[in-house]
């Protein structure tokens, strides 16, 4: 199933208003489904929300509990995370914590990153937390995901980019100062 605009929205409207019925969970989306979100054109494969807890993946769980479960909250060692994941009207919908130690403010998925760098987006009634383009910029260059972040910039270049923080998100991922300079000059040139 492609994830539209549309459908997106949608996705994101059921599970907050049932999140609301069990009281709520503090989120940020993030991942491919956050450039959508922000009119990046690119196909996201599922909606991923970061939480700070292990209770709001709970939460989140408990609150999809009539849906399709995928995963039901799991501690994973080997990602250093509490995960889950539900299929909501043929989306897969995920939930996870990140619980690697980090002091940079300048990564997508941990450390104090996307709860500090991020704007809410309304969707329907309500408005939705989303991380920062330049952080997921930086993310899809640390997995070397060329088409990703080739579409990104390109959407940067033409919506706007804090330069600033695509410097240090960068630096943060450890991009090496060739791709950083490639990269500035793509959006800024």
């Known amino acids: 199933m492609t994830l539209t605009p549309e459908l997106l929205r949608q996705t994101l409207t059921t599970v907050l208003n049932l999140a609301k019925r069990e009281g709520g969970f503090d989120c940020r989306l993030i991942g491919t489904a956050a450039d959508l979100l922000r009119g990046v054109p690119i196909e996201p494969g599922d909606v991923d929300f970061l939480m700070p807890t292990r209770s709001d993946v709970d939460t989140f769980a408990r ?17 250093v995370q509490y995960y889950a994941a539900f299929e909501v009207g043929g989306v897969p919908v995920d939930a996870s914590t990140v619980e690697s130690p980090s002091q940079s403010t300048f990564i997508e998925a941990f450390g104090s990153g996307p709860w500090t760098h991020f704007s809410e987006v309304a969707v329907g009634d309500t408005r939705v937390a989303v991380v920062a383009p330049e952080l997921r910029l930086a993310t899809e260059l640390c997995r070397d995901r060329k088409d990703r972040a080739e579409i990104i910039a390109r959407w940067m270049r033409d919506h706007g980019c804090d330069t600033p923080l695509l410097r240090n998100a ?20």
Do not use: F, N
């Open 63 to 79: 609150a999809l509990a009539a849906y399709r479960c995928l995963s039901p909250p799991t501690w994973m060692p080997c990602c």
């Open 170 to 189: 960068m630096k943060a991922r450890g991009i090496d100062e060739a791709t950083q300079s490639s990269v500035m000059a793509s959006i800024t040139g």
